[in-house]
């Protein structure tokens, strides 16, 4: 099994930057796709940004915004997340599947439990 650990959450004002990280652990491939979704105050979970290889996924609301990485010799994956508004306060959370990073939260075989991200002035 795959065991994943969020950090990196915290509280920035309107315009500030948050680095996430993803540590995963346990029996994790580089063929698997890794993903950010988010589930902000009274909302249900969204897809953020997901990674596989080349190939990576934005979400509309992030696009040109926040930036996915992903160190394979570290396992860890990353959110960098720029020009924070407070539309992107949420909850953050990581996961994992055996497959593409599809969008869809149901996909995904692997979570971590999540780390706060708060945008406030």
């Known amino acids: 099994q795959v065991q994943l650990a969020e950090s990196g959450g915290g509280l920035v004002q309107p315009g500030g930057s948050l680095r996430l990280s993803c540590a995963a652990s346990?029996?994790?491939?580089?063929?698997?796709?890794m993903a950010w979704f988010r589930q902000g105050p009274g909302k249900d979970r969204e897809f953020v940004s997901g990674?596989?290889?080349?190939?990576?996924f934005y979400a509309p609301a992030v696009e040109g915004r926040f930036v996915i990485s992903r160190d394979d010799s570290k396992n860890t994956m990353y959110l960098q997340m720029n020009n924070l508004q407070p539309e992107d306060t949420a909850i953050y959370y990581c996961?994992?599947?055996?497959?593409?990073?599809?969008?869809?939260?149901?996909?995904?075989?692997?979570w971590g439990q999540g780390t706060q991200v708060t945008v406030s002035s």
């Open positions: 996961a994992a599947r055996r497959g593409i990073a599809a969008p869809a939260f149901s996909d995904y075989d692997f």
């Open positions: 990674i596989r290889w080349s190939d990576i």
């Open positions: 346990g029996k994790m491939f580089g063929s698997y796709g």
